[in-house]
C-alpha cells in the first residue's frame, strides 16, 4: 500500500503561481510513477504531469507545457507540482496518484494509489 497527502492549494490571481506538494508513504520501493492529475466542476480527471521514481524522467499534458514543473526529492519521498503563469481554466482540484505497474502511465487505469486532492483556484 502507498499512502498519499496532498498540500499547499489554494487561490491565487490569474498570472501567480502556486507549489503544490504530495507526501508519499508506504511501500514506496514498489512506485514506478508518479502523476497529478485535476478534475475541473462537470469536467472528466486528466493527466498534468508525470515522473519517474527512479529516473526522475517528466512528461507533460501540452497545455501545461512550459508553465508547470513536476520534481521529486527522493529522499523525501516527495512529488511536487511548480505551477506558474496560471490561468482561471487551470482551477480545478488537484490529485497526486502513484502507479506500481507502469512507467510512463499518463491514464487514470495505470495509477494504483490516488491522494485526496486539494483544491487550486486561480481568479482575480
Known amino acids: 500500500q502507498v499512502q498519499l497527502v496532498e498540500s499547499g492549494g489554494g487561490l491565487v490571481q490569474p498570472g501567480g503561481s502556486l507549489r503544490l506538494s504530495c507526501a508519499a508513504s508506504g511501500a514506496i520501493f514498489s512506485v514506478y510513477a508518479m502523476g497529478w492529475f485535476r478534475q475541473a466542476p462537470g469536467k472528466e480527471r486528466e493527466f498534468v504531469a508525470g515522473?519517474?521514481?527512479?529516473?526522475?524522467?517528466?512528461y507533460y499534458e501540452d497545455s501545461v507545457k512550459g508553465r508547470f514543473t513536476i520534481s521529486r526529492d527522493y529522499a523525501a519521498n516527495t512529488v511536487d507540482l511548480q505551477m506558474s503563469s496560471l490561468k482561471p481554466e487551470d482551477t480545478a482540484v488537484y490529485f497526486c496518484?502513484?502507479?506500481?505497474?507502469?512507467?510512463?502511465?499518463?491514464?487514470?487505469?495505470?495509477?494504483?494509489?490516488w491522494g485526496q486532492g486539494t483544491q487550486v483556484t486561480v481568479s482575480s
Open positions: 496518484a502513484a502507479t506500481t505497474t507502469t512507467t510512463w502511465a499518463r491514464r487514470e487505469y495505470e495509477f494504483d494509489y
Open positions: 515522473i519517474s521514481w527512479a529516473g526522475g524522467i517528466t
